[in-house]
């Protein structure tokens, strides 16, 4: 494996790339109607066509204060034209509070937090999974459709995102291209944790393979499901020439990016529309 020295700026603009280039290759795979990926100067607008704010969504990227308001008021109209709910994602370096007071006017409301956590796969910790859990690439339709009862269970999917996960997967495990990798997770042989793993290369060239998603059934956590997804995709993405690994998690999801040695490198705030 390449040993390369990252800086930490270097680390924090790699993984904040990473996070626009997955959810720019989700929207445009999950191929949904009305799905699209918007680049301005001032944002970048994605949308899945999926009934889920997560899945729809504008990430600022230069945008001065003077034009907040009105791009705000206009990205809105344009979501519920569609009627589909979104969220405005807040980076750190934009999450004023002028800025957050101004998505509350506009009926948006808090959704948490997220954190951004990498590290230098070189320096990534060792785990050892115990003996009846394993984890394994996802290659075929009947995977793909327990990947997604496994992910619809835990996150109680609505309306049409089991459709777009299915659409996703689909696409992406035929793609020649690469990009995008799904595991499932197997106690006794069992599948009980659907997961993914995207690949993405930023504008000073390093690779960073992203942790996407964790999902374990409720009767199969607390027994090393979900480490052991993540440090197999950790070492996939080794294999897949990755230099740089990284996750956006919730607070409690943390304990398991720590145990491979990630560390906080940056964090979003997501206003949802109601």
Not at 39 to 62: K, V
Not at 76 to 102: G, M, N, R, S, V
Request: glycine fraction near 8%.
């Amino acid at each position: 494996m390449k040993t390369i020295n990252l800086t930490q700026t270097q680390i924090r603009q790699a993984t904040k790339e990473h996070f626009l280039q997955a959810f720019a290759l989700m929207a445009m795979h999950g191929a949904l109607p009305g799905a699209e990926v918007h680049h301005c100067a001032d944002y970048i607008r994605f949308t899945s066509g999926a009934n889920n704010p997560l899945l729809n969504g504008i990430y600022p990227q230069e945008l001065p204060a003077s034009k907040r308001e009105k791009i705000l008021k206009e990205q809105q109209a344009h979501y519920y034209k569609q009627k589909l709910p979104f969220i405005w994602w807040w980076h750190d370096e934009f999450a004023t509070p002028e800025a957050l007071q101004q998505s509350v006017a506009l009926g948006l409301k808090p959704f948490g937090s997220m954190q951004g956590y990498a590290v230098a796969l070189s320096e990534i910790g060792k785990f050892e999974p115990a003996s009846e859990i394993s984890v394994r690439r996802v290659t075929s339709f009947q995977e793909i459709i327990e990947w997604v009862n496994i992910a619809s269970t835990v996150y109680h999917f609505k309306h049409n995102e089991g459709q777009f996960y299915t659409n996703y997967l689909l696409n992406t495990i035929n793609s020649t291209a690469g990009g995008a990798y799904h595991y499932l997770g197997y106690l006794d042989n069992r599948p009980v944790g659907a997961s993914s793993l995207i690949i993405s290369t930023g504008a000073e060239g390093f690779t960073c393979g992203g942790l996407w998603g964790g999902a374990v059934l409720e009767g199969a956590r607390k027994q090393g499901v979900g480490t052991a997804m993540a440090y197999h995709r950790a070492r996939e993405a080794i294999s897949l020439q990755a230099e740089l690994l990284a996750a956006f998690i919730t607070p409690d999801s943390r304990n398991y990016c720590e145990k491979l040695g990630l560390q906080p490198v940056t964090k979003l705030y997501p206003y949802a529309s109601t």
